[in-house]
């Protein structure tokens, strides 16, 4: 009894730590959106290093805390309700499970693509060989791009994000 107790506790612990996750990484997409637009007000002054490094900090902290315990979590609440994986053509009730399962793929794909790529690059740029957020020097028109190709990458994972989130919410409103 004692065991099963425990087992029940863990599923419950997993679906919480899943939705929180799902909160965190919702909840940094106004958050960075914020941020962005202060660093576009600061362009060329002192303090655009480090709004940057803040931007990115966010950025990355919430990214990986949102994506690991969404991936991890919801491995295991697939595996313990018998879900399984990409099973578009399976005839069951779970359309929604494995488009959700598609998209977070897209966003793994993109975020080790694209995304971290990216940012060490951007990175690099703000630090260079020695610490230079205190610097004056203006950033190159190549770190401006590569901010703004995070930027609108960052915009197309909070769409996905999103979606997958409303995937989940009104899945359990169905309407027969």
């Known amino acids: 009894m004692v065991i099963y107790d425990f087992y029940t506790f863990l599923i419950a612990l997993f679906k919480i730590v899943h939705v929180v996750s799902a909160i965190v990484w919702l909840g ?56 399984g994986f990409f099973q578009f053509a399976s005839g069951t009730q779970n359309h929604w499970l494995y488009t959700k399962q598609f998209l977070t ?9 694209w995304i971290i790529p990216t940012g060490v690059k951007v990175r690099k740029a703000l630090h260079g060989e020695i610490n230079k957020l205190e610097d004056n020097e203006p950033l190159t028109d190549h770190t401006y791009t590569m901010i703004n190709k995070l930027t609108t ?19 359990t409103f169905q309407f027969s």
Request: charged share 10%.
């Open 28 to 83: 940094a997409f106004p958050a960075l959106f914020v941020l962005k637009n202060q660093i576009m007000r600061y362009r060329g002054t002192k303090g655009e290093r480090k709004l940057i490094s803040s931007w990115l900090i966010v950025n990355n902290l919430t990214g990986m805390i949102g994506s690991i315990g969404i991936v991890v979590t919801g491995i295991v609440l697939t595996l313990h309700y018998s879900y």
């Open 153 to 171: 990458l960052t915009y197309v994972i909070a769409v996905i994000v999103l979606l997958n989130f409303l995937f989940a919410i009104t899945r």
């Open 105 to 113: 793929v897209i966003v793994l794909i993109i975020t080790g693509v």
